[in-house]
């Protein structure tokens, strides 16, 4: 049986690489696999022939001991976290990942138990073992961490593997446990309490040594030599991390010799993973079932422009972002409706969760930099740090904003037949789906406007920049924002109905080369219209601003200069607008698709 299922995989496997060759009769693959190739020449392999043939002498071993130590640490961190967030909130029911097509004909045919697991722990290595090349090959490629790839990529999926096998185990003993222990919580009460201690122990044997480690703060090559032999010496800090020196050893071996003695113990450590788990007597079907659901959801998510829920557990209802009126404007009603959408992705918590990880993670980076300039006279770097932020905050909210919200028309295609059918003119239908991002889009930069505006010579040292300016400044740009916004939105929106099988393809979850060159296709041809509106516009309203300015000052130069090429910008949304919705009226799914 293991034979056969081996078989399974790989003609499954072939009949996938044979699929991606045969597509590529099409020209929407070919090209994408065209634009790929090229982008990893001139940017990847270019770049990574030119640091191999300047790269020079290597790195110090010292240095280079240091930064594997760093990554070592780094991951033994996350690691770490992971296992304890998996004891402190276990999974309802411990699964693998099989796909649906394997749960309908795997799950229900006559096939020992361990032979699934055997075949599912087996197929996972393929992705780990791809992954860890890539992490070689990326982020080695410059002799950085050692010159032979091979080890660093083997040593990376020995990692992997064995987190990855101990990560399913520990799942699988929490089930069992939950099943056939009456202390299931002491058990993860006290395994949490171990990791804490375990990490805990590690830390206090590191922080015995500061005193010796800070007599070598200037960071020689001797000094850093004998921190490291102290460290090494020390024999708490030695056994404690004892198991984490044998998974690490072979990515941290520097010959073949060390790599092929670090190998042999870590094999054997990833065996006793792979054999825990498959002794480890817990249904696991259940599970599999529902991570293949969950992965058809995020999938369908995807392709819809939302974000994956983490959570199965049922929506509550909830109101309106404002109440809708039973008459009006149709267009508001479509605003309603994709506000309303944006809740279970832009508002949720989970954005909320990131968004505060990224400002905890700048406050920590920058706090001691913010206490340092707060009471000294360099305060207004700060100041010019965060308007620089919020410069490159617009930029990406211009430029990537419109790939990222995508509720409108996007988001709508498979509902293209229904919205066909409204009494409504296509330039009106267009308008209300583009309205939610455009709203979301320039909120956020009449956000980064009005603080930039704020913080710009808060000291007064430039006299023309006076309050009445500021004012002018975020009056007349947050009046042109929502029509630059506009116009971005309908150039993704138009792609889409003008190639609406080439931009479902490349919104799919599918991997694979071509599929990369086609979303760089359509990013290219993005970022060209940007620049062809943006630059256009730009600069006409500099020459108009400069050339008025010296006559009639400078508030007066700024409204001015608005009112020049609001025009211009109101008569593209104009256009593109009538375009988009008169190619949405002659649109049908069914005939573009085929």
């Not at 045919?109 to 780990?128: C, G, M, V």
């Not at 222990?181 to 309490?193: D, E, F, N, Q």
């Not at 090494?232 to 073949?256: D, K, N, Q």
Request: proline share 5%; hydrophobic share 55%.
């Amino acid at each position: 049986m293991t034979s056969a299922l081996l078989y399974l995989r790989l003609t499954s496997l072939a009949n996938l690489v044979m699929h991606r060759i045969r597509r590529l009769k099409q020209p929407k693959y070919v090209m994408g696999t065209v634009a790929a190739i090229a982008y990893f020449y001139f940017f990847v392999g270019r770049r990574f022939g030119q640091a191999m043939a300047s790269s020079g002498p290597m790195m110090p071993a010292t240095m280079s001991t240091f930064a594997t130590m760093g990554i070592c640490i780094l991951l033994t961190v996350v690691g770490l976290l992971r296992l304890g967030f998996a004891w402190a909130s276990p999974t309802a029911t411990p699964g693998f990942r099989f796909s649906e097509a394997e749960i309908a004909f795997l799950f229900p045919a006559p096939i020992p138990r361990k032979t699934l697991i055997h075949y599912r722990l087996l197929s996972a290595q393929l992705a780990i073992l791809f992954t860890s090349v890539l992490i070689a090959v990326v982020f080695n490629r410059s002799g950085f961490m050692g010159s032979n790839r091979v080890m660093r990529a083997l040593g990376w999926w020995v990692i992997l593997a064995t987190f990855d096998l101990h990560l399913n185990g520990t799942n699988l003993l929490l089930h069992r446990l939950k099943e056939t222990s009456p202390r299931y919580v002491m058990w993860r009460v006290l395994v949490v309490g171990g990791i804490i201690l375990y990490a805990g122990a590690i830390l206090w044997s590191v922080c015995s040594l500061v005193g010796n480690l800070a007599t070598f703060a200037d960071m020689s090559s001797g000094s850093m030599d004998r921190a490291t032999d102290a460290l090494a010496r020390e024999p708490l800090f030695h056994w404690l991390t004892l198991p984490l020196s044998i998974l690490f050893g072979p990515y941290a071996a520097t010959s073949a010799r060390g790599f092929a003695v670090a190998m042999v113990p870590a094999l054997l450590l990833l065996v006793i993973n792979y054999r825990w788990v498959l002794n480890t007597e817990a249904r696991f079907e259940e599970g599999s079932i529902a991570i293949a659901e969950k992965r058809a959801a995020a999938k369908a998510a995807a392709q819809r422009g939302e974000i994956p829920r983490l959570s199965t557990a049922k929506q509550k209802e909830r109101s309106g972002p404002f109440p809708l009126a039973p008459t009006g404007l149709p267009e508001v009603a479509f605003l309603w409706k994709n506000l309303l959408s944006m809740r279970s992705s832009v508002f949720s918590r989970r954005a909320f969760f990131i968004l505060f990880g990224i400002v905890g993670g700048l406050s920590m980076s920058f706090g001691p930099m913010l206490a340092r300039h707060s009471v000294s006279p360099n305060a207004d770097v700060i100041r010019h740090m965060v308007v620089i932020m919020c410069a490159i905050v617009s930029g990406y909210t211009v430029f990537l904003g419109p790939q990222l919200a995508r509720q409108d028309l996007r988001s709508d295609l498979p509902n293209a037949d229904l919205l066909k059918t409204y009494p409504m003119e296509g330039w009106k239908l267009a308008l209300g789906e583009l309205l939610a991002p455009t709203v979301l889009l320039s909120v956020i930069l009449w956000c980064a406007i009005l603080i930039s505006a704020i913080l710009v010579d808060s000291s007064g040292e430039i006299e023309w920049l006076t309050t009445g300016v500021r004012l002018t400044f975020i009056v007349c740009l947050g009046f042109a924002a929502p029509l630059l916004c506009l116009i971005q939105l309908i150039v993704p929106n138009s792609i889409m109905v003008l190639f609406p099988s080439w931009y479902q393809s490349s919104r799919s979850r599918s991997a694979g080369i071509e599929m990369f060159g086609q979303r760089l296709i359509f990013g290219f041809v993005q970022m060209f219209f940007a620049l062809t509106v943006v630059l256009p516009a730009v600069g006409f309203a500099a020459l108009v601003f400069f050339c008025s300015k010296w006559l009639i000052g400078i508030s007066p130069a700024v409204v001015l200069a608005t009112l020049a090429i609001v025009p211009m910008l109101g008569g593209e949304v104009a256009v593109g607008l009538w375009f988009l919705g008169d190619r949405f009226e002659k649109f049908d799914l069914t005939a573009e698709s085929r």
